[in-house]
């Protein structure tokens, strides 16, 4: 690049910024704010030793007169409220005065309980950033955790949320209903949350991460991941270290979710990776890790050697999509800890027509009724396999009793 053409970049950029920084929200004199205090050089509003909402309002109306009265404008880089006493915010209308800002920063408020849902109006188009950390008490109360979640919904430009080591215990029913095009990250770790109501995530197209490591799933509802698929990049979900058992996950939860996935369950209670749940998922390309489960390398592994899911030890350099999984066979009576298979470790297992249907059901179907109509048929051919069984044995017994006679 020539000499020239930096120093019209250089120029370029200094006439861009300008005029916005002149615009931007200035400090008032500090008394005027305390205990709360303003930092010019990041635009940033940070409160500590709060007590009341009331409090919050009478700071807030001292900065919004300042800012009219210097014409600036009432928008923030950062807002930080850290370690007050606050029990609630948003109590009182408009406790912001309508001051807005791109982040904002909510930790360590040990008595915070609850948010309320316009709490932050003025800044529902304006913030792309929320951490909520370390408030232990925030969401543990059934209401106050919907009033949270409706509390997040609202803003629209939103871009990443950490909702980390807080007290949610459920992610509500809808809870991000409303679009927000621009939510890409969402981090709900370290919270206690026990389950995933229907539709939770439904409106989040753009979702690209979702990080729900270190709670207390032990059950997802088959609704609970469905997503609008708006987009075609790769979904990342987190599920580590939680109470995730084999029947965690209802038959057809994956066909709800019409996105490739990468997901993580490692350190879970898994002992089966079951087709009924898992063909679904496999069939888009998605990639599961599950370290740290008590698998079973049982019969019920076969399929996934039989589609090429499962590491198959003569072609150690295939893509498989199943990963990191450790499994033990108690064959020989004593466990053994199997890291690649063969089919070998299959011979005994019976050949399942069922596992076969199965696969090509799904991979003729192409939506998620059809995906559903797969696993019903599936479940009536195990009933009429039975009935079969059955009919069979008492067949044979009425054949036995009459060379007896
Ligand atoms: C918090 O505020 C109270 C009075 O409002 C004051 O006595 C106390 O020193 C303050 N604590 C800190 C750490 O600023
Ligand atoms: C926020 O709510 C207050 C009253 O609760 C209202 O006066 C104000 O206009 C609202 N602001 C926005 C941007 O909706
Ligand atoms: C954001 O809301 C404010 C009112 O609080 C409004 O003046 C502004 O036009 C809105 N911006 C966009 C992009 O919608
Ligand atoms: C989202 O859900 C809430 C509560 O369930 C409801 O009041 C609201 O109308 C819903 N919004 C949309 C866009 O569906
Ligand atoms: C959603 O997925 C289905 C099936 O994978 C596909 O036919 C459809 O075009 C997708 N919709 C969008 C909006 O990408
Ligand atoms: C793991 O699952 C088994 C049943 O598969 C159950 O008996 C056991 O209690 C579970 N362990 C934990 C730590 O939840
Ligand atoms: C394992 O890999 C070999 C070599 O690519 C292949 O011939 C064999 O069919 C594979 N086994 C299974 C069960 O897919």
């Known amino acids: 690049m020539s000499i020239h053409r930096k120093l019209s970049m250089i120029i370029m950029s200094v006439i861009i910024i300008l005029p916005q920084s002149s615009k931007s929200a200035v400090c008032p004199p500090r008394d005027l704010i305390i205990p709360c205090k303003c930092a010019n050089y990041f635009n940033l509003i940070e409160c500590t030793n709060i007590t009341s909402d009331f409090d919050l309002k009478k700071i807030f109306i001292n900065l919004k007169n300042e800012l009219d009265k210097q014409h600036a404008r009432p928008v923030y880089d950062e807002f930080k409220l850290v370690q007050t006493q606050l029990e609630h915010?948003?109590?009182?209308?408009?406790?912001?005065?309508?001051?807005?800002?791109?982040?904002?920063?909510?930790?360590?408020?040990?008595?915070?309980?609850?948010?309320?849902?316009?709490?932050?109006?003025?800044?529902?188009?304006?913030?792309?950033?929320?951490?909520?950390e370390d408030?232990?008490?925030?969401?543990?109360?059934?209401?106050?955790?919907?009033?949270?979640?409706?509390?997040?919904s609202r803003f629209v430009a939103l871009n990443t949320l950490h909702l980390t080591d807080n007290g949610i215990r459920f992610i509500p029913k809808y809870a991000f209903n409303r679009s927000q095009?621009?939510?890409?990250?969402?981090?709900?770790?370290d919270n206690r949350i026990e389950r995933i109501e229907d539709y939770a995530f439904i409106g989040l197209n753009a979702i690209e991460l979702i990080n729900l490591d270190g709670n207390h799933l032990n059950k997802l509802s088959l609704h609970s991941l469905e997503i609008k698929n708006t987009t075609q990049s790769l979904l990342r979900i987190f599920l580590r270290s939680n109470k995730l058992q084999t029947n965690a996950f209802?038959?057809?939860?994956?066909?709800?979710?019409?996105?490739?996935?990468?997901?993580?369950?490692?350190?879970?209670?898994?002992?089966?990776?079951?087709?009924?749940?898992?063909?679904?998922?496999?069939?888009?390309?998605?990639?599961?890790s599950v370290s740290k489960n008590p698998l079973k390398c049982d019969c019920d592994f076969k399929w996934l050697l039989d589609q090429n899911i499962v590491y198959n030890s003569s072609n150690p350099n295939g893509d498989y999509l199943l990963r990191d999984y450790q499994c033990t066979s108690d064959n020989d009576n004593h466990d053994r800890i199997i890291n690649?298979?063969?089919?070998?470790?299959?011979?005994?297992?019976?050949?399942?027509?069922?596992?076969?249907?199965?696969?090509?059901?799904?991979?003729?179907?192409?939506?998620?009724?059809?995906?559903?109509f797969c696993l019903n048929r599936n479940v009536n051919d195990r009933h009429l396999g039975h009935t079969i069984l059955v009919i069979t044995f008492f067949f044979i017994c009425f054949q036995k009793l009459l060379v007896f006679f």
């Open 89 to 132: 915010i948003g109590s009182i209308d408009d406790i912001f005065s309508g001051v807005s800002f791109r982040r904002i920063s909510l930790s360590r408020n040990n008595r915070l309980k609850r948010i309320e849902p316009n709490a932050f109006n003025s800044s529902h188009n304006v913030t792309t950033e929320i951490m909520i």
């Open 135 to 152: 408030n232990e008490l925030l969401g543990s109360n059934h209401n106050d955790n919907i009033g949270l979640f409706d509390a997040i």
């Open 181 to 189: 095009p621009a939510l890409r990250q969402l981090f709900l770790t």
């Open 250 to 288: 209802p038959p057809g939860i994956f066909s709800y979710l019409r996105r490739r996935i990468y997901l993580n369950m490692n350190i879970n209670n898994l002992s089966q990776i079951s087709q009924n749940v898992f063909q679904s998922f496999f069939k888009r390309r998605s990639i599961l």
């Open 340 to 372: 690649g298979m063969n089919l070998d470790d299959f011979d005994h297992c019976p050949e399942s027509p069922i596992t076969q249907t199965l696969k090509q059901c799904f991979s003729q179907a192409s939506d998620e009724e059809q995906e559903l």
